[in-house]
């Protein structure tokens, strides 16, 4: 690959990086989202990581199809907002795997307006290991970037 070409790709990964930023930002000042940050997640990344990863991709590949890249960015920065430790603290609702979606939607209503999608995309996200199916693309995409974000964060930890 040629430099022209190699500089083209940092210019349009400059872009993304910066329109998703954007995307996000009044989610990334908000205090509760902050709180992510308290609680490890896949071993090596805090939540906060973790969903900001999740949310980066799911922008990309959402913008790539023309989907509602929004949305997407916006409900995957929120689909682990479940704010406790669930290797110490176990919830009374249930098993984390399949409850941690539906606190997370609660916590996230309790602070921000969100878009059918958006609450799809967070209350769906574990599926197929909860039974609720997604109801848009966008969140299918969440849903798939969340187990590839998870494989790889666990992955970079062990090398
Ligand atoms: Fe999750
Ligand atoms: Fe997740």
Redesign the pocket.
């Known amino acids: 690959m040629g430099f022209e070409a190699v500089l083209g790709r940092l210019k349009v990964k400059k872009k993304e990086f910066i329109e998703h930023h954007h995307i996000i930002a009044e989610l990334m000042e908000d205090e509760t989202v902050l709180r992510m940050k308290e609680f490890r ?1 896949h071993h090596f990344t805090t939540c906060l990581d ?2 900001h990863n ?1 949310s980066y991709h799911s922008y990309k590949v959402c913008r790539f199809f023309g989907l509602d890249y929004i949305s997407a960015a916006r409900g995957a920065l929120l ?2 907002l479940f704010l406790y430790n669930w290797r110490t603290d176990p919830r009374e609702e249930g098993m984390h795997a399949f409850v941690h979606a539906d606190i997370a939607l609660k916590n996230a209503l309790d602070v921000f307006e969100l878009n059918e999608m958006e609450q799809d995309i967070i209350e769906k ?1 574990m599926w197929p290991v909860t039974l609720k199916r997604p109801r848009f693309f966008e969140s299918l995409i969440v849903s798939l970037m ?1 187990k590839y ?2 494989v790889k964060e666990i992955a970079i930890g062990w090398i």
């Open positions: 997640h973790h969903c999740v689909h682990d996200h969340d974000c998870a």
